[in-house]
C-alpha cells in the first residue's frame, strides 16, 4: 500500500507559500462623484406606506428605476 499523505501534505505547503501577499491597500477604489438616482418599489403596497405585507410563500416582484446606466 502506498503513502501518499506526507506528499500531499508537502504540495499543499508548498503552494501555501507561494500564494501572493494582498494588501487591502491594493483594492482601494476611489469612486468619481454622481448624480445617480435609484428608486425601489414592490408591487403589494397600495397605501404608499413603504410597509407593504407579505405572507410566507407569496411572490414579490420587486422594480428598480435608475436616472442613468447602472449595474441593478
Known sequence: MK???PMTI???LAGALA???LSPQGIIVNPV???L???VWVDKDP???GNPVYQIGERIQVS???N???YV
Open 3 to 5: 503513502r501518499i499523505f
Open 10 to 12: 508537502g504540495l499543499f
Open 19 to 21: 500564494a501572493p501577499q
Open 33 to 35: 462623484p454622481t448624480d
Open 37 to 39: 438616482q435609484v428608486r
Open 47 to 49: 397605501s404608499k406606506t
Open 64 to 66: 428598480v428605476q435608475v
Open 68 to 70: 442613468q446606466d447602472a
